[in-house]
């Protein structure tokens, strides 16, 4: 059968980058931050602007050397930027409206993590001035369209909080289900009802499950010393083979 359409498809003409949206959880003030840096290369576009950290991606000829995939472009990107090297970066979302960079039609696929701030250090490298952890609820002006891209990124991290163990992530080795606690309230924005909470995990507290006692306490300044918990990663692996969530 002969083909009649009359449209003629053209190959888009688009760049490609990668950003980096990398929370920080700041368990001691409360705070749930995000790293951004500087643009520090006078006359480029949004010189001396705030963004997330990012960049082009490296594509070169068919079986030539320094092609990159696109999680490879955005850690290669958020070290030469920041120093910064993540063990877990999770693809969240590709923003291409048209006009979202002043240089052209430029797609962009966004990745996230999450650290502790305390545990890591930045420092703006390459072409950024500088690297800084900002509160999320008090930004600067962002450069492009970083602000829509951190929104997409604050509500996945949300969402994910209630199906994935992502508190224990942050946390020491053992902690508390005050602490655990504490980190949920942090990246919710929000105080989260004590015992609606222990009801919700209760399920995941038993020997050999996800969260399961370490048969030790800390502790306390005043009252009674607190229960210690742990993450098993195994039980975890076999609850997503069962095909289940960590609902809390």
């Known amino acids: 059968m002969t083909c009649t359409t009359p449209y003629h498809y053209k190959r888009p003409k688009a760049d490609i980058t990668t950003d980096a949206v990398v929370f920080g959880l ?13 643009r520090g290369r006078p006359g480029k576009v949004f010189y001396d602007h705030w963004a997330i950290p990012g960049g082009f991606l490296n594509i070169v000829p068919e079986g030539a050397d320094g092609a990159e995939d696109l999680e490879t472009g955005c850690r290669r990107e958020l070290e030469e930027e920041t120093g910064l090297t993540l063990s877990y970066l999770e693809q969240l979302y590709t923003f291409g409206k048209p006009g979202r960079d002043p240089r052209g039609r ?9 650290v502790r701030p305390d545990q890591v250090t930045v420092r703006g490298m390459d072409d950024a001035k500088e690297a800084r952890w900002f509160d999320v609820n008090e930004l600067p002006d962002l450069a492009f369209d970083h602000a829509d891209v951190l929104e997409v990124a604050v509500k996945r991290l949300r969402g994910k909080l209630r199906w994935a163990p992502v508190g224990v992530w942050l946390l020491p080795a053992e902690f508390t289900l005050t602490e655990l606690r504490s980190v949920y309230e942090i990246i919710l924005g929000r105080e989260v009802d004590p015992s609606n909470f222990r009801k919700k995990i209760r399920p995941y507290l038993a020997k050999d499950n996800v969260l399961p006692p370490t048969g030790t306490r800390r502790k306390a300044a005043a009252g009674r010393p607190a229960a210690l918990y742990t993450f098993n990663a195994s039980a975890y692996q076999q609850l997503l083979r069962d095909g289940l969530d960590f609902e809390v």
């Open 26 to 38: 700041d368990l001691v003030g409360r705070k749930l931050k995000v790293l951004l840096i500087k």
């Open 106 to 114: 430029v797609i962009t696929v966004a990745y996230w993590g999450i």
